[in-house]
T-cell receptor, first 113, second 117 residues
Framework: SQQGEEDPQALSIQEGENATMNCSYK?????LQWYRQNSGRGLVHLIL?????REKHSGRLRVTLDTSKKSSSLLITASRAADTASYFC?????????????FGKGTHLIIQP | DTGVSQNPRHKITKRGQNVTFRCDPI?????LYWYRQTLGQGPEFLTYFQNEAQLEKSRLLSDRFSAERPKGSFSTLEIQRTEQGDSAMYLC???????????????FGPGTRLTVL
């Protein structure tokens, strides 16, 4: 079963605009990660935020985490055509030696030139 | 290229046949993971190894599925008596775990697309 749920399922914006995607999850986590998947390519890790962190930046990416609401958001600023992809949040559960990631269904982002 | 590699990239088989996939992780990574992804869905975790030990298995990993990592390097995933529902992309990933603990950045391979006719 998939713990994370991304919202929206699909998003289409103009190049240069900002894109925001949200993720909700159900159980306690060790950390939350965001991945990107381009058509025909594998998954690429974007950013990891630990459960004791609230915000993290990496280049044009900004991730927030609210553990009280069990939610996270990914902001991509100044979008480019190359950002067109599916974006997935993935959670790593806390405790028990578990290390498999639980992915959501993803947000399909289209950047229109 | 020192990334995660998977072979074959595509496999078409008839229902009831056995198939085996191979994954070569990034050489210094001690953890190796298998996931399955169907169209329009996110990857679903199947199992992972730390070195040669299989430490976690998902309920999705039925008894027709078996994974090995005999020398702590490459891994194989075998599906016996394939069913049409097994058609999916099978993804392998690796990571470097220092000490215990969970959830580090995982590096994914390109996947093996399985089609069961």
């Amino acid at each position: 079963s998939q713990q994370g749920e991304e919202d929206p399922q699909a998003l289409s914006i103009q190049e240069g605009e900002n894109a925001t995607m949200n993720c909700s999850y159900k159980t306690s986590i060790n950390n939350l990660q965001w991945y990107r998947q381009n058509s025909g390519r594998g998954l690429v890790h974007l950013i990891l935020i630990r459960s004791n962190e609230r915000e993290k930046h990496s280049g044009r990416l900004r991730v927030t985490l609210d553990t009280s609401k069990k939610s996270s958001s990914l902001l991509i600023t100044a979008s480019r055509a190359a950002d067109t992809a599916s974006y997935f949040c993935a959670t790593a559960l806390s405790g028990g030696g578990a290390d498999g990631l639980t992915f959501g269904k993803g947000t399909h982002l289209i950047i229109q030139p | 290229d020192t990334g995660v590699s998977q072979n074959p990239r595509h496999k078409i088989t008839k229902r009831g046949q056995n198939v085996t996939f191979r994954c070569d992780p990034i050489s210094e990574h001690n953890r190796l993971y298998w996931y399955r992804q169907t169209l329009g869905q996110g990857p679903e975790f199947l199992t992972y190894f730390q070195n040669e030990a299989q430490l976690e298995k998902s309920r999705l990993l039925s008894d027709r599925f078996s994974a090995e990592r005999p020398k702590g390097s490459f891994s194989t995933l075998e599906i016996q008596r394939t069913e049409q529902g097994d058609s999916a992309m099978y993804l392998c990933a690796s990571s470097l775990a220092l000490g215990g603990g969970a959830g580090r950045e995982q590096f994914f391979g390109p996947g093996t697309r399985l089609t069961v006719l």
